[in-house]
């Protein structure tokens, strides 16, 4: 990371978090839920998700439009709330920015490491998390003794999206993609792609209650907390009201986004808003 | 459309295609079956694929991008292989080119009417090609008698892309779609999205043999071969060894793009080249 110049960063100054579109809520409602005195800016790339299935170089330039957006927000923090985009940009992000930025990987693998018994850990994402073996680099550098198993979901975030959630059809491809993971013993399973909580009780179902389901946004958001403390920039006063604590922007579909954003988070979206993320 | 200046146009000069990503590959195909002396340069928009969820304005957008990038080319005419772009595009396209342009709902309405014989017509195709009633349009232009019944099938094109072409997954998920076009006796399936023709047997197999399934792809090459010849456009001579007859563009993952190319084209296709598409 570039040197951060603390005192140009205001406590009261909202955090941008970002995904290719909706997925990322989960890790915004972690955040809201342990720290709810913080502003958030939220955007979601929904003109250009999904970003599984994409290469790194057109993950990174997505990811960096995005960030120069945030930043007309003088967001005092950027948390990229998708493994893609952390597993494939976060690299380049860090490099060239002067305030704090976090992905969803470095969290997901620590809390792994912690609750993995047997040292058998599975990691399922899209086929970009997996093949940029990040899940892996990070795990080897906390617990080289520990096996890691990656495996390639690419159905799955169009099967939530399409609202199977609890379906004899996502049921059937879990227990596909599943099956070798299965076979190998794992203890723990990493969700290496932010729409997979939503699909949390068929996955735990079918690989097993003896298998820990790891979910990073939690441990993101308590990272984003700890790393806000350390810098001594959390918000102490609750923002009053009209303060606009929660702002969503789109790149397209805001009503469908906010359809979508309500029935993950329940604090009444009321509204978001479309712009033309290429002109940044 | 405006003014189309005939004189500008060259016989031998290549036709621009293009898709979202590789499904309008099935519509290349015809072309080169139909009128194998004709140059193409092909551009798929595998950094920003799917089109089929996304809006109007973005569509459009996007489509008049690929419309410049195609241009550069000094193409003779270009075709809009993909049914969502067609939809929601075309009008915005033909008001400001002046060289021809087709689309492929067009073609596929027409054929429609000539084959159905109790005036009952299914259209599958994304959500927006829904959306956007334009197969429902020009079906009633050409007979107002005609009844036709859309269904939006979000869940084909990723379950294609993944390979599942013979799969009884793909089989659920088709039997749940076309439930309601069968309980109301269709004799004529629309197959209104370019990835449909790849699952043509297993569409044909739950429809059953009374219902007969068009593809606009080849009467989209019928149409185009009928209006260079109208226009005496048609290439007269067969391009020589090294003229370069067929060039593949994609915005992204163009090893991804060529693989797949090949399943579907049988040219063996070596090469397919990357360029950045919101420059244009």
Chains 1, 2 share one sequence.
Do not use: W
């Not at 790194?56 to 998708?82: D, M, N, P």
């Not at 997996?130 to 520990?146: A, D, F, P, R, T």
């Amino acid at each position: 990371m570039s040197q951060i110049n603390r005192r140009l960063l205001h406590k009261d100054a909202p955090i941008g978090v970002f995904d290719s579109g909706v997925g990322g809520l989960t890790v915004a409602r972690e955040i809201m839920r342990q720290i709810p005195n913080e502003k958030i800016i939220y955007f979601g790339d929904t003109a250009r998700v999904p970003y599984g299935s994409k290469s790194r170089e057109t993950v990174t330039r997505f990811s960096e439009q995005i960030v120069r957006f945030l930043r007309t927000f003088q967001v005092k923090t950027i948390v990229v709330a998708c493994n893609t985009a952390s597993a494939y940009a976060l690299d380049v992000l860090e490099k060239d920015i002067d305030i704090p930025i976090i992905g969803v990987i470095k969290p997901g693998a620590k809390v792994a490491v912690e609750v993995t018994k047997n040292g058998r850990i599975g990691v399922i994402a899209t086929d970009a998390t997996i093949g940029s073996q990040m899940y892996h680099k990070y795990i080897k550098e906390l617990n080289e003794n520990v096996t890691i198993y990656g495996k390639a979901c690419p159905l799955f975030v169009p099967l939530i999206e399409e609202g199977l959630l609890e379906d004899p059809v996502t049921d059937e491809i879990a227990r596909r993609y599943l099956a070798e993971l299965i076979d190998i013993d794992i203890d723990t399973l990493i969700l290496g792609c932010t729409h997979y909580p939503l699909i949390r009780s068929a996955l735990g179902r079918i690989i097993g209650e003896k298998v820990t389901l790891v979910n990073p946004a939690y441990e993101t958001a308590r990272e984003l907390k700890g790393m806000l403390k350390d810098l001594d920039l959390l918000n102490d006063e609750k923002p009053g009201l009209g303060s606009n604590l929660y702002q969503f922007y789109v790149s397209d579909k805001a009503e469908k986004f906010v359809r979508f954003a309500n029935s993950i988070i329940k604090y009444g979206i009321l509204s978001a808003k479309t712009i033309n993320i290429e002109e940044y």
